[in-house]
């Protein structure tokens, strides 16, 4: 009877673990593609090296001009936000992720200086 208790116990302890990290399919490393601002027209991108770090606990890093900038993110569905501890203030950026692309803005995607990220997982 212990057995098959101990047994039980360590079954819903495991299922329970896996079901509650809702990051690990998203944790990786994504490449910035182009970011833009949304008013400006298609052929007006910057294309410049940068990567977005997401790691599986919710924290990750962005290497911006060769700057690690430390950053927490949070997903609910394919919804998803992080938030850059900048020098002076934090800035938040949110948007959606699919099948490895990731489009984030740093505003309302409705302003025309709103900047647009898009970014591909490596």
Do not use: H
Not at 5 to 26: E, P, Q
């Amino acid at each position: 009877m212990k057995k098959l208790l101990l047994i039980l116990f360590v079954g819903i302890v495991f299922i329970c673990g896996c079901s509650n990290n809702k990051f690990a399919s998203n944790a990786g490393t994504y490449e910035l593609e182009y970011s833009k601002y949304v008013g400006d027209k298609e052929d007006a991108i910057d294309t410049s090296k940068e990567e977005l770090i997401l790691n599986p606990d919710g924290t990750g890093y962005i290497n911006r001009n060769n700057r690690m900038l430390e950053l927490t993110w949070d997903i609910d569905g394919e919804n998803i936000s992080y938030s850059v501890k900048e020098e002076i203030m934090n800035q938040g950026y949110s948007g959606v992720i699919r099948n490895g692309k990731m489009e984030v803005f740093n505003g309302n995607p409705d302003d025309a200086l709103t900047m647009k990220y898009v970014y591909n997982k490596k």
